[in-house]
């Protein structure tokens, strides 16, 4: 990264913390990484979390490792671990080196346990867990020693060994470090370190029965790769004495440049969850059609509904990197996509509620090509072709029978309106449906106002959209809404409740029929109705996703 670049993303407190350790000589280079457990989707919080471990080593020249927080073979899945690169690198970003798996350091961990065991700093205990809650104390008391906690190092190492045979039951017992019970953090309290699980794991199989907690392996896993950096959120702050405590306690680990841990606020997202459980029982309980429904904050999602890398990147540093919580205001993000879009996304119209326009002057047998600008501000998008002829559709929402006042500006009876890239018209009767609603509107053109204003000086104040009727394509759009109708969902428990019932409507129109040639994740500007991407399960029929309103609606 060149350093005309540098200057762009927002400086935060980490720099000001490597700058100081570049200044002192602590560190000579940075390395910091992303560590994934690949137990569901990424969301728009991991894309935080990447922006900031990715962006800062590629700030200072450093390097980010990916690694796979794979400990825990219960929740586990490689569908995760795919998706979960994959949506790194649609992001922009890379990893360094190769892709790293905590497993790959199952040995080192095990040969870490063995050390605290044989200095007597880790015991194998046998207390249920209701006794080993009870033992630890509560925040006001102090906890109580396990009797566990005298056995001998050599018995504890004879131990450890038969847990990794397999010789005990799941839950019979588990390795925890001898610290200090009545420590004022609970986390310090003889913390678990090591316990016993027979589920298979995706990337080592049924090599092991015994797995390491995060707070000891990640640490661990931070050391053997030079992390200089290790970026967390603020739930993990307490934690960061056992991060410690672990690393100046194992012989090859404790040196002066050993990794520490930072921690920073995680992002809230105001009518979303950005936890993975929530997020997998929305998909597991079918309020959603999977992770990458364009309503889930998952990046698949957003990347469906038509959101760009650089829209989240944008957003990202929009929101800066803080230790303080808060509930970030979801019009940040629609705003980063909006702008992003609308220098970007070539326009196009199509009729969402259409309705059909007869122009009765205008001849029956007759076709016309248009040239219109793919985008009115750059020329350099070029135009495309759309076409005019008798019959066009219209919105339903663009026709009232009387103008209600001057500032009406769409088409009423005896009113003229212009129809965008083409003709100026004006409605002259209407059809109604055996329900009273509009069928059929007619009206006449000017033949004259094509590109141009009338030549008597009338003036014509409204445009509105339109489709040939002919020569457009049946599409599907698919609106929507906040999926959430309370502004904090982590409020409620029960998420069933507070779904927003009008979170996707479903429409059927048309488009312009240059739209056949349109790519999956493009994103048009439909005029006047907003940003929409094309499905990206092709179905024989096209399918739009809307991506955000040309404005802000909401507030
Ligand atoms: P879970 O919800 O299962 O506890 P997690 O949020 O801890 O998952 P991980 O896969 O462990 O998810 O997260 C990988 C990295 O992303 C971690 O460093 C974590 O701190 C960061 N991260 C996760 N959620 C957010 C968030 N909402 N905002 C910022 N960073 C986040
Ligand atoms: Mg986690």
Redesign the pocket.
């Known amino acids: 990264m060149n350093s005309e670049n540098k200057d762009e993303s927002p400086t935060n407190f980490i720099r000001n913390i490597i700058n100081d350790d570049l200044r002192t000589g602590k560190h000579n280079s940075i390395v910091t990484r ?7 989707y ?9 922006c ?2 990715f962006g800062t080593a590629n700030y200072y020249d450093g390097f980010c490792n990916l690694r796979f ?1 794979d400990t825990n073979p219960a ?1 586990e899945d490689i569908e995760y671990v795919k998706s ?1 690169k994959e949506d790194i690198l649609w992001l922009g970003f890379d990893w360094d080196g190769k892709i790293k798996f905590s497993s790959n350091y199952f040995d080192i961990f095990y040969k870490s346990a063995e050390e605290l065991i044989s200095k007597g700093l880790a015991y194998v205990c046998f207390l249920s867990i209701e006794k080993t809650r009870s033992y630890r104390g509560t925040l006001k008391s102090p906890g109580k020693n396990s009797p566990y906690r005298k056995t001998s190092p050599e018995e504890n190492l004879i131990l450890f060994h038969k847990m990794k045979a397999g010789e005990f039951k799941e839950g019979e017992c588990v390795l925890r470090a001898k610290i200090d019970m009545s420590s004022n953090f609970m986390c310090m309290r003889d913390p678990t370190l090591y316990r016993i699980r027979f589920d298979t794991h995706h990337q080592t199989n049924d090599d092991w029965c015994i797995y390491p907690m ?1 707070d000891f392996a990640h640490c661990i896993g931070d050391a053997i790769e030079g992390v200089t950096h290790s ?3 603020l ?2 702050q307490d934690n960061r004495r056992i991060y410690n405590w672990i690393l100046e306690n194992l012989d090859e680990f404790n040196l002066p440049s050993r990794p520490h841990q930072y921690e ?6 105001e009518f979303t969850t ?6 997998k029982l929305l998909v597991d309980n079918n309020h959603v059609s999977g992770w990458d429904d364009p309503r889930m904050p998952t990046i698949s999602g957003l990347r469906r509904r038509g959101y760009t890398p650089a829209s989240i990147i944008k957003f990202s540093e929009a929101i800066g990197v803080s230790k303080v919580n808060s509930l970030t205001d979801v019009s940040i993000l629609e705003s980063a996509i909006r702008d992003d879009l609308n220098s970007i996304a070539p326009r196009s119209m199509a009729v969402i509620n259409p309705i059909k326009l007869i122009i009765e002057n205008y001849p029956a047998d007759k076709m016309e090509s248009i040239k219109a600008p793919n985008h009115p501000q750059n020329e350099k998008m070029g135009t495309r072709e759309i076409f005019f002829s008798r019959e066009i559709y219209i919105d339903r929402e663009d026709f009232l029978e009387v103008s209600p006042n001057n500032k009406y500006k769409r088409l009423a009876l005896n009113k003229e309106v212009r129809l965008r890239n083409s003709y100026v018209v004006k409605a002259t009767r209407f059809d109604n449906d055996k329900d009273g609603n509009f069928k059929t509107i007619y009206c006449t053109y000017d033949s004259e106002t094509l590109g141009k204003n009338p030549s008597d000086g009338r003036k014509v104040k409204g445009v509105i959209h339109f489709v040939e009727a002919s020569s457009a394509l049946e599409a599907e759009f698919r609106i929507y809404d906040r999926l959430f109708s309370e502004s904090n969902p982590s409020k409620f428990d029960d998420f069933s409740l507070i779904l927003n019932p009008d979170s996707l409507k479903i429409k059927y129109g048309f488009v312009e029929s240059n739209l056949s040639a349109a790519k999956i994740e493009r994103v048009y500007q439909f005029e006047r109705e907003g940003y929409y991407c094309l499905d990206n399960q092709l179905k024989d029929k096209l399918i739009f996703n809307k991506t955000v309103g040309l404005k802000d609606t909401y507030k």
């Open positions: 992303f560590p994934p457990e690949p137990n569901g990424l969301h728009i919080g991991h894309a935080k979390s990447i900031l471990n927080d929740k979960i995060y970026i967390c959120t739930e993990f920073f606020s995680r992002l809230n997202l950005t936890s993975k459980r929530n997020l």
